[in-house]
C-alpha cells in the first residue's frame, strides 16, 4: 500500500484509528491510492451508536430551539461554502467524476443545508380540529439515533441529503459511506463539528456494507435507516427493519425510460436525452438509460445521436473540458463490459462505443466510451437489468399505447423522461408513467425543496422537500381537556 497515513474515523466524537481491516480509496483515473484507513471494528460500531445515543439524550442538541439547530446548521452550509474548492477536489480523487460535477455537488450539499435549516426554523406543529370538549394537537419529536448508508457516486450530495434533514429533527446521526469513497463523509462530520454539532451526535464509520451497514441496521438503538443504494441491499435492510418495526426510506436502483415523441424539439431532446445517461458516466442510478422514439423520426434522431455521443470528450477529471471521467473501479468496468456483450448476445447492435478509449492518458484509469445499443426489444435483459454505466438501449414505438406499455414494462419505476411540444400529451403521458419522478423537455434536473424517491424495486420512501425533516421524526398527537365537569362515565 502507498505511504501515506492512515486517516482516522469518527467514533461517537472521538477520531482515531478503526479497529477493522486496512482499506484505501484509488483515484479511478489512474488507480493510485488518495488515502488509507483502517475500517471500525464491530465493537467500534457498537461503541460509536451507544455515544451517539448517550449523546442524543444529553448533549442537549435534540432539546435547542429549532432556531438554535437551524443556526448551526447554516453555519455547516457556510463552512461548505467556504472551503468548496478542496472539497470538489477531494470528491474528484474519491470517485473520478470530473472537477465540474464535483464543483456542482458541493455545492448543493451546502444548499441542502442551508434548505432544511429553513425548515427547521420554519417547521409548523397543528392544531387540530376539535371534535370535543378538548384541544387536539399533532407535534413532532426526534427519534434519537439514526443511519444515514450512502452510495458512491455522488458522496456529498447524498450525505448532506441524508445528515441535513436528520439534524434539523434533533437526531443523532451515524453515517455509513460508501467503501470505495469514505472520505467526504469525514470532512462533512468535521465541519459539523466545526459548524457546533455537539461531540458525538454525527460518527462516521466506512466499510463494508455486508458487515458494517449490517451492524448498524440491526443495532436495537437505531430507530431509522436512510439508504442509497442497490436493490437487492435495501430489500435486506426492509427485511431487518421489518424484524425491528422500524421505518426506513430506501432510494434504490432504476431503468429510466425517457420518450422522444414525433412532435419533440431535437436540439433539446438530443441534448437531454445524451446528459440524462452519460453525464456521471452513466453512473447515476436515474440514468435514462431505455430510449423510446418515435418511429417516424428514429432514423434522424438515432444519427443526430450517435454522432453527439461519439463527440463526448472522456477523459482527465482534473480537466474543465471533460464531459466523462473513469468508472469507479476495474471490476464495475468489466461488469459493464459484460453487460455490452449481453445485449451484442441478445441481437443488439453498436451504434457507438462498446470499448475502453484507447491512448497513454486511458491507460491506468478505468475509463469506458459512451455506448449506443440498438435492434433489442424491451424484453431483453438488456433493457430490463440496471447497468449503472454509460449504456443507452434505443428502440422505436409505434403509438402512446405501445410506448406506455413498454415504459412502464419494469421492476424499477425511478425516474421517465418526456419530450414533447404537445403540453396536453406531456401531462397524459407523465400521469400514466409509473416512475417517482418524471422529467418534461429537461432531465437529471433537483431541488432539495422537491421530494424523490421510487415505487416498486427502485425504493420506499422520500428524501428531500419541506417534510423531508419529518421523515426522521416521530408523529405524537396531543389531547388537552377543556370539559368543566368530570367525565360522566366513571359517576
Known amino acids: 500500500m502507498s505511504n501515506l497515513e492512515l486517516l482516522p474515523i469518527n467514533i461517537g466524537g472521538e ?7 486496512e482499506s484505501a480509496t484509488l483515484y479511478p ?35 435547542k430551539k429549532p432556531h438554535e439547530r437551524a443556526a448551526v446548521l447554516h453555519r455547516v452550509a457556510q463552512l461548505i461554502r467556504e472551503r468548496a474548492e478542496p472539497l470538489a477536489q477531494l470528491q474528484r480523487l ?15 450539499a451546502a444548499g441542502t443545508f442551508q434548505f432544511f435549516a429553513a ?26 439515533v439514526v443511519a444515514a448508508i450512502t452510495p458512491w457516486n455522488s458522496p456529498i450530495a447524498s450525505e448532506a441529503q441524508k445528515l441535513a434533514p436528520a439534524l434539523a429533527a434533533g437526531n443523532a446521526v451515524v453515517v455509513k459511506p460508501a ?28 466499510g463494508r456494507g455486508s458487515v458494517i451497514g449490517d451492524a448498524i441496521t440491526k443495532h436495537p438503538l437505531v430507530k431509522r ?28 436502483g432504476g431503468k429510466s425510460a425517457t420518450m422522444v415523441l414525433e412532435d419533440a424539439d431535437l436540439d433539446h431532446a438530443v441534448n437531454g436525452v445524451l446528459y440524462g445517461i452519460f453525464s456521471s ?36 477529471p482534473a480537466d474543465e473540458r471533460t464531459q466523462m471521467g473513469p468508472l469507479i473501479t476495474a471490476k464495475h468496468r468489466e461488469s459493464i463490459e459484460s453487460y455490452v456483450q449481453l445485449g451484442l448476445s441478445e441481437g443488439g447492435r453498436l451504434r457507438t462505443g462498446g470499448h475502453r478509449p484507447e491512448g497513454a492518458l486511458y491507460e491506468r484509469g478505468y475509463y469506458y466510451r459512451p455506448t449506443i445499443l440498438e435492434g433489442v426489444t424491451n424484453n431483453d435483459q438488456i433493457c430490463q437489468q440496471e447497468i449503472f454505466g454509460p449504456v443507452l438501449v434505443a428502440m422505436p414505438f409505434d403509438d402512446e399505447e405501445a410506448l406506455l406499455e413498454q415504459a412502464n414494462d419494469s421492476v424499477y419505476a425511478l425516474a421517465a423522461g418526456i419530450w414533447t411540444r404537445d403540453y396536453k400529451a406531456a ?65
Open 15 to 21: 477520531w482515531r484509528l478503526g479497529g477493522g481491516d
Open 119 to 144: 425548515a427547521c426554523e420554519t417547521m409548523e406543529e397543528t392544531i387540530t380540529p376539535s371534535r370535543g370538549d378538548f384541544m387536539t394537537m399533532s407535534v413532532y419529536e426526534p427519534m434519537g
Open 29 to 63: 483515473a489512474t488507480g493510485e491510492v488518495v488515502g488509507r484507513l483502517r475500517a471500525p471494528s464491530l465493537a467500534d460500531v457498537q461503541e460509536a451508536i451507544e455515544k451517539a445515543d448517550h449523546a442524543f439524550r444529553t448533549s442537549g442538541w435534540a432539546q
Open 225 to 252: 435507516v436512510s439508504f442509497t443504494g442497490g436493490t437487492s441491499t435495501g430489500k435486506h435492510i426492509a427485511r431487518i427493519a421489518a424484524d425491528k418495526m422500524m421505518p426506513v426510506s430506501l432510494e434504490l
Open 281 to 316: 458516466s452513466g453512473e447515476s442510478c436515474i440514468a435514462g438509460s431505455r430510449l423510446f422514439v418515435a418511429r417516424k423520426l428514429y432514423g434522424d434522431f438515432m444519427e443526430r445521436l450517435t454522432a453527439k455521443a461519439a463527440a463526448l470528450r472522456v477523459g482527465d
Open 179 to 206: 467503501e470505495a469513497t469514505p472520505l467526504l463523509a469525514l470532512e462533512l462530520a468535521k465541519i459539523c463539528e466545526e459548524a457546533g454539532v455537539p461531540k458525538g451526535i454525527v460518527s462516521v464509520l466506512p
Open 427 to 491: 401531462w397524459r403521458i407523465g400521469r400514466a408513467v409509473q416512475a417517482g419522478t418524471v422529467w418534461i423537455n429537461t432531465y437529471k434536473q433537483f431541488s432539495i425543496s422537491t421530494p424523490f424517491g421510487g415505487w416498486r424495486d427502485s425504493g420506499l420512501g422520500r428524501e428531500k422537500g419541506r417534510l423531508g425533516i419529518q421523515q426522521y421524526m416521530e408523529q405524537k398527537s396531543m389531547y388537552w381537556g377543556l370539559n368543566e365537569h368530570p367525565l360522566a362515565w366513571a359517576n
Open 94 to 108: 474519491d470517485n473520478g467524476k470530473p472537477i465540474s460535477e464535483t464543483r456542482a455537488l458541493v455545492a448543493s
